[in-house]
């Protein structure tokens, strides 16, 4: 069965980074799309970005992070990287990777198997 772990979490700066990290388990990591979602306290989960196990599409994000965060495969590891840059206060919260056999999902119940997520902390 597909099992996820994120790791890589932790507390940065306001205008640092962060990488984080996802190692699928049970399956080939590259025959799936990957994604990540992320919920701050009292929110719902929102959707951050993906990458498409279809070699031709590029990855999508929110607009809130374009151009700052950008995902990426390591598949000799297994594993989906989020690169997250000038990070700020609304980028806070718990960060879910998130795999789906659908080339791109629509919706959050599109991505059927989920990690237990990550805590991302932004000080000022």
């Known amino acids: 069965q597909v099992q996820l772990e994120e790791s890589g979490g932790g507390t940065v700066q306001a205008g640092g980074s962060l990488r984080l990290s996802c190692t699928m388990s049970?399956?080939?990591?590259?025959?799936?799309?990957m994604g990540w979602f992320r919920q701050s306290p009292g929110k719902e989960r929102d959707f951050v970005g993906d990458?498409?196990?279809?070699?031709?599409?590029?990855?999508r994000y929110a607009d809130s992070v374009r151009g700052r965060f950008f995902i990426s495969r390591d598949n000799a590891k297994n594993t989906v990287v989020l690169q997250m840059n000038s990070l700020n206060a609304e980028d806070a919260g718990i960060y879910y990777c998130?795999?789906?056999?659908?080339?791109?999902?629509?919706?959050?119940?599109?991505?059927?198997?989920w990690g237990q997520g990550t805590q991302v902390t932004v000080s000022s």
């Open positions: 998130v795999a789906s056999e659908v080339m791109e999902p629509e919706s959050r119940s599109g991505y059927p198997y």
């Open positions: 990458i498409s196990w279809y070699r031709h599409s590029r990855p």
């Open positions: 049970g399956r080939t990591l590259d025959d799936y799309t």
